[in-house]
């Protein structure tokens, strides 16, 4: 089976622009969540969507939102891009919502610059 | 808040040491606790879990053991081998809330690890 993908794996955009990024989970799974890994650090929490619902935030601005479609993907969406927004966005999905004994599995990622 | 505390590297060692990597955390009940690894321009793999106290996570000769009193969850490997050479996160997920929410995973800074021939 294949597990978490995303698109695109590579982005490069200037400031003040929009972003969409993509994320299809492990079949079968019904939970998405999304994280921001900037370089030489950790990942942090943005999102997390199960049953198409917003189930749990992180500390992001409102220009950070997402939306999880009836299939189960996903998109986050960046408005107003800022040089810091520059970082690896991970997307892990879990067979239902994460917390206590599920497993989030991540996928590789996509590289935002923004320039 | 949650907090996740792991010792930052670089942790060069030769091939065939025995591996530790410390790992605390601050969380309020009682945390699931991870392992995972990340390997050059690669997303996060899990390596290990475990879900209460005294619980031992283990894969791949890796272990960890879930210690409550000492609020700890350290990696220990007995024979590292070259190919163990990756950035290594700690993290925990809370519970689930009454009303149906849920926070996402709280991960230390990871602790790059060379494993040198």
């Known amino acids: 089976d294949a597990g978490v993908t995303q698109s695109p794996t590579h982005l490069i955009k200037t400031r003040g622009q929009h972003v969409t990024l993509r994320c299809s989970p492990i079949?079968?799974?019904?939970?998405v969540s999304w994280y921001q890994q900037v370089l030489g650090q950790g990942p942090q929490f943005i999102f997390q969507?199960?049953?198409?619902?917003?189930?749990g935030r992180g500390n992001f601005p409102d220009r950070f939102s997402a939306r999880q479609f009836p299939n189960y993907s996903s998109e986050l969406n960046v408005n107003a891009l800022l040089l810091g927004d520059s970082a690896l966005y991970l997307c892990?999905?879990?067979?239902?919502?994460?917390?206590?004994?599920?497993?989030?599995?991540f996928g590789p990622g996509t590289r935002l610059l923004v320039l | 808040g949650d907090s996740v505390t792991q010792m930052e590297g670089p942790v060069t060692l030769s091939e065939e040491a025995f591996l530790t990597i410390n790992c605390t955390y601050t969380?309020?009940?009682?945390?699931?606790l991870f392992w995972y690894v990340q390997y050059p321009g690669e997303g996060l793999q899990l390596l290990l879990k475990?879900?209460?106290?005294?619980d031992k996570g283990s894969n791949k000769g890796f272990e960890a053991t879930y210690r409550k009193e000492t609020t700890s969850f350290h990696l220990e490997k007995g024979s590292v081998q070259v190919s163990d050479s990756a950035v290594y996160f700690c993290?925990?997920?809370?519970?689930?809330?009454?009303?149906?929410?849920?926070?996402?995973?709280?991960f230390g800074k990871g602790t790059h690890l060379i494993i040198q021939p």
């Open positions: 892990a999905s879990s067979s239902s919502i994460a917390g206590g004994q599920e497993t989030q599995y």
């Open positions: 079949s079968g799974h019904k939970s």
């Open positions: 969507y199960y049953e198409k619902e917003e189930r």
């Open positions: 969380a309020t009940g009682y945390p699931s």
């Open positions: 475990a879900t209460k106290a005294d």
């Open positions: 993290a925990l997920i809370g519970r689930m809330y009454s009303g149906g929410g849920a926070d996402g995973l709280t």
